[in-house]
C-alpha cells in the first residue's frame, strides 16, 4: 500500500557525501578552547549527514500514506517527492551547505525578506489591513530570532500602533477597527520586542479583558464575536506580559454570573475543548488542530505551573499520542491536523508544545524528532536565490508568518526550555516567568547536523518573543496595579 516505493529514498549522491567527509576531515581535531571537534569522525561514511536519518524508514511512512486516489492524496504525494528531492541533497537549490551537508541558515537573506515586507506592501495586500499588527509581529519576532537588533523600530512601531489602540481598551486590526483579542496579542508582542510597551492604555485594556471574559470561563475573540482558545491564550498572554490585575472589572457581565477572576474556570474550559482524538479544538466540539494544542498547553502554562495546570485540565497521554503523530515522515515537518500535509508554521504550533509538555511531565526525553525538523526546515523551507524567506513546504511562496513560525520551531528544535518550580506563590500571573533556555551541546548540535551559525536566537517557549523581551517586560510592570 505504501506509494513510495523503497527506491525512492535511497542516495546516489556519493560525490556529495565524499565531499562533506573530505572537509569534515581537514578540520582541527579540537576547537580553540581545546575541546574535541563533535563532527569530526563521528560522521561515518555510511551514514553521512546528508541523507537516511533514523526516521527516515520505508517501513515507518508506509503506515502513514495510504494511497486511496484522493487529490490530498496526489497533494502529499507530490509533497513528498519534493522534500524527499530536497532532504536527499539531490536538488541541493544552490543552497550553500555546513560542513555537514546540511543548507547553512540563510540568515541575510531571511531578514533582507522580513525587512522588504515590513516597508510598504504592494496592492494587493490591502486585504491585510486587519492584519498589520500580525505583520509586526512575525516581523519583530522573525528578526530577533535570527539575532538582528531591531531597537530602531521601537518609535516608529509606537507611532504606527498608538491609532490602533480604541479608548474603550485593546487594539483592532486598522484605523476604526473594533478591538480584537488577536490583533492586541500581535501589537502587544510586536510592542515587547521593541521595548515599546508604554503606549499600551493599561487600565482600558483590563477593562476591555473583562468584557470579553465568558461565564463559562473562556474568552471571546471581541465583544460579540466568537469564543475560542486563542481567545484564552492571547487574553492570558496580555494579561500577563502586561501585570494587569487578575479581579474582574466591578461593572462586567462574568462577574454578575459569579466569576471574581480572569482565571476562574479557566482550566476547565481549556479541558472541554480536548476532542476524542487527544489533540485540542478551537472551541468545544471542534476538530483538533496542532495550533489549538499550543493556545491550550500555553494558556495553561500562564495560569501557573505547568506540572500542575497541565495533568489537571488535559489527558497528557492522549495529547502527547495525537501531537506525536502529527511529525510527518518522511518529511520530518508536523502537519496541522490528521490526514493534513506537512507545514512549516506547525513547526511552532506543535513543535512549540513540547517544550511546555516536557515541563508538565518533568521527563527529559524527547518524544518527538529535533533532528527531523531541523532537516526539514533547512532543506524544504528555505526559499533559494536572492528573495530569502522562510515558505509552508516546496513549491509555495515564502511569507512573514511561515518565516516567524519557521525560525521559532527551530529555535524549540535547536534549545533546551526549562521551567524553574516557585519558591513561594503569587498573586499575580508569574509561572510563564520563570523559564531559562539553554543552548545545545556541541554532540547535539552534531547530531542535528547544525553548526553555530545555523543556530536562531532563544524564543520564548510561551510569549514566542525573545527571552530578553520577555524579562524587559516583566521589569517593566513588577509593580503591577493600575
Ligand atoms: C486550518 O488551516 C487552520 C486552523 C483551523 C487554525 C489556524 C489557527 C492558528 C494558525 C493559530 C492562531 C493563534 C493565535 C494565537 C491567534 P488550513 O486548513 O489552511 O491548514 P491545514 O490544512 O494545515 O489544517
Ligand atoms: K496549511
Ligand atoms: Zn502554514
Not at 88 to 110: E, F, I, M, V
Not at 156 to 181: A, D, I, K, W, Y
Request: charged share 20%; with cysteine.
Amino acid at each position: 500500500m505504501a506509494s513510495l516505493q523503497e527506491d525512492s529514498i535511497s542516495i546516489d549522491t556519493l560525490d556529495e557525501r565524499l565531499k562533506i567527509q573530505s572537509r569534515i576531515e581537514e578540520l582541527p581535531d579540537t576547537d580553540d578552547e581545546g575541546v574535541p571537534f563533535p563532527g569530526k569522525g563521528q560522521i561515518p561514511l555510511n551514514r553521512p549527514a546528508s541523507i537516511s536519518p533514523s526516521w527516515l524508514q520505508p517501513a515507518v511512512f508506509g503506515l502513514f500514506h495510504i494511497d486511496d486516489g484522493t487529490t490530498t492524496m496526489e497533494a502529499q504525494q507530490k509533497t513528498t517527492a519534493e522534500c524527499l528531492s530536497y532532504l536527499t541533497l539531490k536538488d541541493s537549490q544552490d543552497l550553500p551547505l555546513n560542513l555537514y551537508g546540511l543548507p547553512h541558515l540563510r540568515r541575510k537573506a531571511h531578514a533582507d525578506f522580513l525587512r522588504v515586507t515590513l516597508g510598504t506592501l504592494p496592492a494587493p495586500y490591502a486585504a491585510m489591513d486587519a492584519s498589520r499588527p500580525w505583520l509586526f509581529y512575525w516581523t519583530m519576532a522573525g528578526l530577533t530570532s535570527l539575532g538582528e537588533d531591531v531597537s530602531g523600530y521601537r518609535e516608529r512601531l509606537m507611532e504606527t500602533v498608538r491609532p490602533l489602540q480604541n479608548p474603550t481598551g485593546g487594539f483592532g486590526g486598522g484605523h476604526g477597527q473594533l478591538s480584537h483579542c488577536a490583533c492586541t496579542y500581535a501589537t502587544v508582542l510586536a510592542l515587547t520586542c521593541v521595548g515599546g510597551l508604554e503606549v499600551v492604555d493599561r487600565t482600558a485594556m483590563w477593562r476591555w479583558l473583562g468584557e470579553v471574559k465568558q461565564a463559562d470561563g473562556g474568552f471571546k475573540m471581541a465583544l460579540g464575536a466568537e469564543e475560542d482558545i486563542r481567545g484564552a491564550y492571547c487574553a492570558m498572554t496580555i494579561l500577563a506580559l502586561l501585570n494587569l490585575p487578575l479581579e474582574l472589572p466591578q461593572d462586567c457581565a462574568a462577574r454578575k454570573t459569579g466569576l471574581n477572576s480572569f482565571t476562574d474556570k479557566l482550566g476547565e474550559w481549556v479541558s472541554s475543548c480536548q476532542t476524542y482524538e487527544g489533540g485540542i479544538a478551537g472551541a468545544p466540539t471542534n476538530e483538533a488542530h496542532g495550533a489549538y494544542a499550543f493556545c491550550a498547553l500555553a494558556c495553561l502554562s500562564i495560569l501557573d505551573a505547568p506540572h500542575k495546570t497541565i495533568p489537571r485540565f488535559l489527558n497528557i497521554e492522549a495529547l502527547i499520542h495525537w501531537l506525536a503523530s502529527m511529525q510527518t515522515t518522511p518529511e520530518g515537518g508536523f502537519a496541522g491536523r490528521t490526514n493534513k500535509l506537512v507545514d512549516a508554521c506547525y513547526s511552532h504550533w506543535v513543535g512549540g508544545c513540547w517544550s511546555l509538555l516536557q515541563a508538565a511531565t518533568k521527563s527529559p526525553n524527547d518524544l518527538w524528532s529535533r533532528e527531523g525538523l531541523i532537516r526539514y526546515l533547512l532543506t524544504c523551507c528555505q526559499q533559494p536565490g536572492k528573495r530569502g524567506g522562510m515558505r509552508d513546504k516546496p513549491s509555495t511562496r515564502p511569507d512573514g508568518y511561515h518565516t516567524c513560525y519557521s525560525l521559532a520551531g527551530l529555535s524549540a528544535a535547536q534549545n533546551h526550555y526549562h521551567y524553574h518550580t516557585e519558591e513561594s506563590p503569587t498573586t499575580f500571573l508569574s509561572s510563564a516567568f520563570q523559564w531559562s533556555a539553554s543552548r545545545p551541546s556541541k554532540e547535539e548540535m552534531a547530531q542535528w547536523s547544525i553548526e553555530e551559525e545555523d543556530r536562531v536566537r532563544l524564543v520564548h517557549p510561551v510569549f514566542v518573543v525573545p527571552m530578553e523581551a520577555v524579562e524587559r517586560a516583566r521589569l517593566q510592570f513588577e509593580k503591577g496595579g493600575l
